[in-house]
């Protein structure tokens, strides 16, 4: 099972479960690189638009063009209002379609860990930005305990169960982004940490929004029904609600940036 290809195929579950997160960690992100009005951008793994969204509302850009892989994500994308500025396209990480130099600053929000060659993806970020252009991601800590949902894969582990996982979670270290950055030629390389909360209502509402993630959910469907129950006891226990019976927890990211040599 951890081996399996995990299908981003449902843009409104992902709002739900991964694209408020997304835009908690990409304010900060934003924030961080507090890049000027009017650049063209190119997100790529934009899936269903989530930080695309965040990226028009407080940048300003003249351009920008979402790159993804899945067409139903993207056709929730292009339902957001910022599509009146944003195109999307279908388009591979690896191989982009848009000639060196297009762009000012070419970002990736939560994806590098889903680019089966990670380094190839940053040599693409590097080539469609111009030179001194702006080339970065923030990525879940995916290896220390950063995933937003590693309440639920940390005890499916712990039951000595398998679930299914990115194929790339090595590039999500903090060590293997400075790797990466410098590896491609990219200069002026920062990093930092984003920590970011979220709340939800009740149990009920954490687990149903979390089994709509599209690793998770048939993970746990392969489940025996004991099991899930099991599950279900040892993350309530591990998540307790406060008085009204809502619970609330973190998660952590890791941000980079760096330049193409002018």
């Not at 399996?4 to 992100?29: K, L, N, V």
């Not at 999307?88 to 000012?104: H, I, K, N, T, V």
Request: proline share 7%; glycine share 8%.
């Amino acid at each position: 099972m951890a081996g399996q290809t995990i299908h981003f195929d449902d843009g409104a579950a992902y709002e739900q479960m991964m694209g408020i997160w997304s835009r908690f960690a990409g304010t900060i992100f934003l924030d961080w690189l507090a890049p000027p009005a009017g650049l063209r951008w190119i997100d790529i793994g934009c899936g269903n638009g989530a930080f695309t969204e965040l990226l028009v509302e407080r940048c300003s850009p003249v351009e920008v063009q979402g790159i993804d892989p899945s067409a139903e994500q993207l056709a929730f994308a292009r339902t957001r209002p910022s599509a009146r500025v944003a195109r999307f396209q279908q388009g591979d990480a690896m191989a982009l379609p848009f000639a060196d130099g297009s762009f000012d600053a070419a970002v990736m929000a939560l994806v590098l860990v889903f680019v089966p060659d990670p380094a190839k993806g940053i040599s693409e970020m590097a080539r469609v930005v111009v030179p001194g252009g702006t080339v970065a991601t923030y990525m879940w800590d995916m290896l220390g305990g950063g995933f937003p949902l590693d309440p639920i894969y940390d005890e499916i582990r712990a039951m000595g169960l398998a679930a299914t996982r990115p194929p790339q979670m090595e590039a999500s270290r903090m060590d293997a982004l400075r790797e990466l950055w410098r590896g491609a030629g990219l200069e002026d390389v920062q990093t930092r940490e984003i920590t970011v909360q979220r709340t939800f209502s009740g149990f009920d509402d954490f687990w149903s929004t979390n089994l709509k993630s599209p690793a998770l959910r048939p993970s746990v469907a392969a489940m025996k029904p004991a099991e899930v129950e099991t599950l279900i006891a040892r993350v309530r226990a591990r998540l307790p609600a406060d008085a009204d019976g809502r619970i609330t927890y973190s998660a952590r990211a890791h941000a980079i940036r760096g330049r193409r040599p002018a």
